[in-house]
């Protein structure tokens, strides 16, 4: 496994996030706004100061964090909760969708082989995805590169636990990413036993954060089963990217606490 930090929780400066990296004997970031802009907010000069920046460094982009389908599906004439880890994108449909016409060109110009998506967000719990709603998922990114969409599980949205994640990544052919935290919000678990063979023979990214008493903390100091978790993925043969999405955004001695915790399961 490799592990990947996300640069916006370390700065807005990716340069700074980088160096910051690079120091912790870290090779792998994951992006999702720079200079305070979402990163599918990025013209063309800034996505290639990010490849100079990137190569000069020698640090590879796992992943795109994008906030593709975490909005409303249809207007409602209400305002949608704004995510804050998504600085500058509004959750409107319209622009998500303008959006995901750009993303494989950003992706291939960072050479990143997995853009993060979502499933819709929705107000009920349980509540499966409709059909039409799926379909429009499908058609957005019908056209990209075979396995570059990954579909995180988010509590928020209609695909929330592992096994919702399992059964529709299988049923559409899309890549999975594991959160097992968002898991345990929307089930009071931690997901470990929900890790299958086939779920995890569809993931291309595991997220790590960890959470107690309702809020955020450094990895390894709440909830999670982290060891447990990691040790059941090596079992199932999992050998690809971690990502520390930490929620901790510019707290670096919980983020260092984090990857501290990290160097015991997850080779840099």
């Known amino acids: 496994m490799r592990l990947s930090i996300i640069t916006d929780e370390v700065s ?4 700074a996030a980088v160096e910051y990296a690079v120091e912790q004997g870290i090779r792998y970031v994951a ?3 720079v200079w305070g802009k979402n990163i599918l907010q990025c013209d063309d000069s800034d996505i290639e100061s990010l490849v100079e920046l990137f190569d000069r460094y020698e640090v590879a982009v796992t992943s795109i964090m994008s906030p593709l389908f ?3 599906a249809e207007s409602s004439g209400e305002s949608a909760p704004v995510d804050p880890h998504f600085v500058g994108f509004p959750p409107v449909l319209a622009e998500h969708l303008d959006a995901a016409r750009r993303l494989p060109a950003i992706a291939a110009a960072l050479k990143i082989p997995t853009v993060r998506i979502f499933t819709f967000l929705t107000a009920k719990a349980g509540d499966s995805i409709p059909a039409k709603q799926e379909a429009l998922i499908r058609q957005t990114v019908g056209d ?5 969409a990954a579909v995180e599980n988010e509590y928020v ?11 529709f990544t299988t049923a559409s052919g899309l890549s999975a990413i594991v959160d097992p935290c968002n898991h345990l919000i929307a089930a009071d678990n931690d997901g470990l036993s929900e890790l ?6 569809r993931t291309v990214d595991v997220h790590v954060k960890d959470r107690k008493e309702g809020r955020y903390v450094p990895v390894g100091q709440g909830d999670l089963r982290w060891a447990e978790i990691f040790e ?4 199932l043969g999992y050998t690809g990217t971690v990502t520390l999405e930490s929620h901790l955004r510019g707290d670096l001695e919980g983020i260092g606490r984090s990857i501290t915790a990290l160097r015991e399961w997850v080779a840099l």
């Not at 299958?196 to 023979?201: D, E, F, K, N, P």
């Not at 059941?232 to 079992?235: A, E």
């Open 31 to 33: 992006v999702r706004s």
């Open 70 to 72: 975490k909005c409303p």
């Open 232 to 235: 059941r993925l090596r079992n």
């Open 196 to 201: 299958t063979a086939r779920l995890v023979g």
């Open 144 to 148: 990209w590169p075979i396995s570059l």
């Open 12 to 15: 807005q400066d990716p340069a």
């Open 157 to 167: 949205c209609h695909v929330r636990t592992l096994p919702e994640l399992e059964d």
